[in-house]
């Protein structure tokens, strides 16, 4: 592999801006699976954390060393948005959070 493709790789140019960072990718695949679960045949799916690594670590890896990319679909539709599916995911943790807690000052 020639010095200036491994370069590119390591400093994960080939991903959109929001896929970069480590934690942001995490937050993306736990949405996902969030979205999904409970659907028929999820049960047969990976989990969150194998989906993320393999999606990222390897398919997306290996796609951008072949001269592959993701990008943002230019066709005038009106997509969902992510930061939406990221939210509401927030505001689930919260209120799951605020159960616990009181469940725990009940005991």
């Known amino acids: ?3 200036n493709l491994k370069n590119w790789l390591e400093s994960l140019e080939y991903l ?5 960072d480590f934690h942001d990718q995490k937050d993306i695949f736990k949405v996902i699976h969030h979205i999904y679960s409970g659907n028929s045949g999820t049960e047969e799916m990976p989990n969150w954390i194998s989906a993320h690594m393999y999606t990222i670590d390897w398919f ?3 796609m951008a060393s072949r001269g592959y990319t ?3 679909c230019k066709k ?4 969902k948005n992510m930061e939406d599916d990221l939210k ?5 943790k ?4 605020s159960q616990m807690l009181d469940q725990a000052k009940k005991k």
Do not use: G, T
């Open 16 to 20: 959109p801006k929001f896929l970069r």
């Open 1 to 3: 592999m020639n010095s």
């Open 88 to 92: 509401s995911l927030e505001e689930v």
């Open 60 to 62: 997306l890896w290996y």
């Open 70 to 72: 993701l990008q943002k």
């Open 76 to 79: 005038n539709l009106e997509f």
């Open 94 to 97: 919260h209120e799951m959070f």
